[in-house]
């Protein structure tokens, strides 16, 4: 498509890509807004609307860290992943009320995730009151709840 887009070509590559996932072509999730837009020569606006229509008719999901799946999103977000393995250590008394947890840093060496998603999980947790942070000291579990 090197001339200029006619109206509704988001709608062609959004049934062509349509039939790739039929195709089962995806199945480690759809590649880059970026690669599809080079593929058939649009802009990213283009691609986004192509998704988008996808995304409304359920062949598409996002998620969040992961990128667009096709179907349901089978994959977890890393930052939720994270959250119930805490938990998990949580519940089980492997990190008891009081526990420090470890650094930000660790986790993210743990995890093999940038430290902005550990952020994001421990903050969830925070908000949901498993954890508390004490400023400059670090973050603890709190009361079994």
Partial sequence: MTNPSPRGTYLTIS?????????GAYPSGLP???EIGREFGVARTTVRRALRALEEAGAVTTVAGVGRQVGSGSQVAPYRRIMTDLLDRIRTGELPAGARLPSEAELS??????????????HELEGAGHVHAQHGVGRFVGPAT
């Fill in 15 to 23: 049934e062509a890509l349509r039939a790739r996932i039929a195709e």
């Fill in 32 to 34: 880059s807004e970026s």
């Fill in 109 to 122: 060496e743990t995890y093999g995730v940038a430290r902005g998603t550990v952020r994001r999980a421990v």
